[in-house]
T-cell receptor
Framework: DTGVSQDPRHKITKRGQNVTFRCDPISEHNRLYWYRQTLGQGPEFLTYFQNEAQLEKSRLLSDRFSAERPKGSFSTLEIQRTEQGDSAMYLC?????????????FGSGTQLSVL | DQQVKQNSPSLSVQEGRISILNCDYT??????FLWYKKYPAEGPTFLIS?????DKNEDGRFTVFLNKSAKHLSLHIVPSQPGDSAVYFC????????????FGKGTKLSVKP
């Protein structure tokens, strides 16, 4: 079990630029989630995949955000035309199908700073 | 409006004593509750959970109590150890929410030697 891996760990970008983050879930987990956490807040749900299908999206996920999981393995989260309000920790999590409740395994996150 | 509330931003406890972290919720549809622990520069790590059909769940030094009538849950850590120093998040989910956990803002626990 190598855990959930996220890349990069840190990203600094200028306002208006596009950024893309990658998440590699635990290999046998078919569910994958993206969350966002800002300072002083708990993680907030963004979107969820089961295999390659994106099954749920939060209202927080504006049309500048897009997530994919093309082969049901790794996932990417792209933010277009970044804004300073996008600065946050972006967390990826995974879980196996049929897990009791919502026991998610989180990665260490990608810290985005938009200047 | 926050559906999951952790009203204490921080808590300081002496090593060996009990730590009690509290969490309140407003949504009566929540049926599963979890506690996560987070160290700096790491993602949250699952600690313990409880289903709404139970009122207590225990795992080693960690016990979670659920009072559905009061919409309140608490995490007890006995005995507290310096390595327990971290931010603790309470989270809740409603049936069929499929991974949409609602988190509180967290409580920073400091265990002093």
């Amino acid at each position: 079990d190598t855990g959930v891996s996220q890349d990069p760990r840190h990203k600094i970008t200028k306002r208006g630029q596009n950024v893309t983050f990658r998440c590699d879930p635990i290999s046998e987990h078919n569910r994958l989630y993206w969350y966002r956490q800002t300072l002083g807040q708990g993680p907030e749900f963004l979107t969820y995949f089961q295999n390659e299908a994106q099954l749920e999206k939060s209202r927080l996920l504006s049309d500048r955000f897009s997530a994919e999981r093309p082969k049901g393995s790794f996932s990417t989260l792209e933010i277009q035309r970044t804004e300073q309000g996008d600065s946050a920790m972006y967390l990826c999590a995974s879980s196996p199908f049929g897990t009791e409740g919502e026991k998610l395994f989180f990665g260490s996150g990608t810290q985005l700073s938009v200047l | 409006d926050q559906q999951v509330k952790q009203n204490s931003p921080s808590l300081s406890v002496q090593e060996g004593r009990i730590s009690i972290l509290n969490c309140d919720y407003t949504n009566s549809m929540f049926d599963y509750f979890l506690w996560y622990k987070k160290y700096p520069a790491e993602g949250p790590t699952f600690l313990i959970s409880i289903s709404s059909i139970k009122d207590k769940n225990e795992d080693g030094r960690f016990t979670v109590f659920l009072n559905k009538s009061a919409k309140h849950l608490s995490l007890h850590i006995v005995p507290s150890q310096p390595g327990d120093s971290a931010v603790y998040f309470c989270a809740a989910s409603a049936g069929g929410s499929q991974g949409n956990l609602i988190f509180g803002k967290g409580t920073k626990l400091s265990v002093k030697p």
